[in-house]
């Protein structure tokens, strides 16, 4: 069997008894898409803008971190929020945010008021936003799809973050050699609000637990603390992606020094990343029914070894990109292995916070 003809079979396997046959779930996908997109367009332009504003291999990595942190000051907080209120008006008040703070950095962009603090600054408000976005979204999988439809619909949700990782990049990297920075983060900006348009209405208003917002995060520690299986996933993420994390700090480096790339180059790399992951998302559900989720999670572990030192060891562009395909499919053979293990342990009582909880050990 050829490369796309297995492709497509896989593809076929995936979507087959689909969770997108449901109406609500295919208006939250397309939204979900949307706000990937707008997402990791942004993050592009901001890592490549700020390695044109300063040649500190540190000031660009403060990206990353400015991007990551509001996870671990505000994760917990976040999935209790998102259990406790109604999870569509968390994403849309969310998507509101996000769209502001990215237009806003491209006008400071477009008229010269961009330095590196107000960009890292810009950076860590919608990184704020999109940690109160994810725990919300992802809890409201469960509200939309039956229990054996939720392993697919987690799959479907890994496809959509990378194929906007695909996408993302490459686009913004296009727009931003093309007209520039500050147009590449505006319209970044507009798939907020196709999300918005996607989701009001659409996605079913649900009732929260009758809690505070700091009893909530306490009851959902001590959930995490007397349940084994949610300890080992948790400990099994913050390892994995505490070691991973460095390939994504390090990448527009990588891609100015090691490669000699430029905006669209990076975004190439970027792009190369998320085809593979995609290729690993779709092959995730047959790989759970075959062996144990804790198989799959170390094969995976190992490929990104492999990859990550290729992309160290080469000063070639192809090469590299091979690397960071396979990069891509190990990344999500890993976090959404885990993230469908998560979410089927958790009852729908503490499903934000633990959905949470797993976001805080992948940003730490």
């Known amino acids: 069997m050829d490369v796309s003809a297995r492709t497509a079979s896989l593809i076929a396997e995936v979507f087959r008894a689909s969770p997108l046959r449901h109406g609500n779930f295919r208006l939250f996908y397309a939204g979900s898409i949307a706000a990937a997109l707008g997402y990791t367009m942004q993050a592009t332009v901001a890592a490549w803008l700020m390695a044109t504003l300063t040649p500190s291999a540190f000031m660009v990595a403060l990206v990353q971190t400015a991007s990551t942190a509001p996870s671990l000051l505000f994760g917990l907080l976040s999935g209790s929020l998102a259990d406790i209120v109604d999870r569509r008006r ?31 600054a810009l950076t860590f408000l919608i990184g704020t936003a999109f940690t109160f976005y994810l725990p919300a979204q992802q809890a409201s999988i469960n509200d939309l799809v039956s229990r054996q439809d939720l ?52 996605t079913p208003a649900l009732p929260g637990v009758p809690e505070t917002l700091f009893s909530g995060v306490r009851s959902g520690l001590r959930y995490a603390r007397h349940s084994p299986l949610m300890r080992a996933l948790i400990i099994r993420n913050l390892s994995f992606s505490v070691c991973a994390s460095a390939l994504w700090a390090l990448l527009p480096v990588i891609a100015r020094d090691q490669l000699s790339l430029g905006a669209g ?38 490929l990104w070894v492999g990859a990550t030192l290729l992309i ?21 053979g890993v976090l959404a292995s885990l993230s469908a293990g998560t979410q089927s342990a958790a009852p729908a009582w503490v499903r934000a916070r633990a959905v949470a909880m797993n976001l805080v050990a992948m940003q730490a």
Do not use: D
């Open 151 to 202: 392993p697919r619909a987690v799959a479907l949700g890994a496809v959509a973050f990378n194929l906007a990782r695909a996408v993302g990049p490459a686009l913004a990297g296009a727009i931003a050699a093309w007209i520039g920075t500050g147009s590449a983060s505006i319209a970044s900006a507009c798939f907020f609000v196709v999300t918005i348009v996607a989701l009001k209405g659409n």
């Open 312 to 332: 160290a060891s080469t000063a070639l562009t192809a090469v590299a990109l091979v690397g960071m395909f396979g990069a891509g499919a190990a990344w999500v």
């Open 90 to 120: 968390v994403v849309l008040m969310t998507q509101g945010v996000l769209f502001a703070a990215t237009v806003s950095l491209g006008i400071a962009t477009l008229i010269g008021w961009i330095g590196p603090l107000t960009l890292l």
């Open 265 to 302: 180059g990076f975004g190439l790399l970027s792009g190369g990343f998320g085809v593979g992951a995609i290729a690993g998302a779709l092959t995730i559900p047959r790989q759970l029914q075959r062996v144990s989720l804790n198989t799959v999670v170390s094969a995976a572990i190992l």
